[in-house]
């Protein structure tokens, strides 16, 4: 069973940045593709970004393009969101995801593993 651990999240000013971890154990993590969610408050949950089992390849939300950016080290069995110039809309509780395979969608349905979820605040 692939247990997924989130941490780096906290406040952040608008114009700083966030660097945010995803841990993974308990399956092969470079079998593994990996994605971030979001959820703001009072939202539905939203795709931010994924990344394929290698990390030669990466998706990412239209709106966010440019912002942030999803990279993997599997030598550390961990992925990470660096967020830059984040906005007080990148408000949202930040959920690591990961399915096996070599897809790496935007549909949280094709991710049977969660992590508990890390807080982002960003204050203007």
């Known amino acids: 069973q692939v247990q997924l651990v989130e941490s780096g999240g906290g406040s952040v000013q608008v114009g700083g940045s966030l660097r945010l971890s995803c841990a993974a154990s308990g399956g092969s993590f470079s079998y593994l593709s990996m994605a971030w969610f979001r959820q703001p408050p009072g939202k539905e949950r939203e795709f931010v970004s994924a990344?394929?089992?290698?990390?030669?390849?990466?998706n990412y939300a239209d709106s966010l393009k440019g912002r942030f950016t999803i990279s993997r080290d599997n030598a550390k069995n961990t992925v990470y969101l660096q967020m830059n110039s984040p906005k007080p809309e990148d408000t949202a509780v930040y959920y690591c995801?990961?399915?096996?395979?070599?897809?790496?969608?935007?549909?949280?349905?094709?991710?049977?593993?969660w992590g508990q979820g890390t807080q982002v605040t960003v204050s203007s």
């Open positions: 990344i394929n089992r290698s990390g030669g390849d990466t």
């Open positions: 995801a990961a399915r096996a395979g070599w897809l790496y969608g935007s549909d949280g349905k094709q991710y049977p593993y």
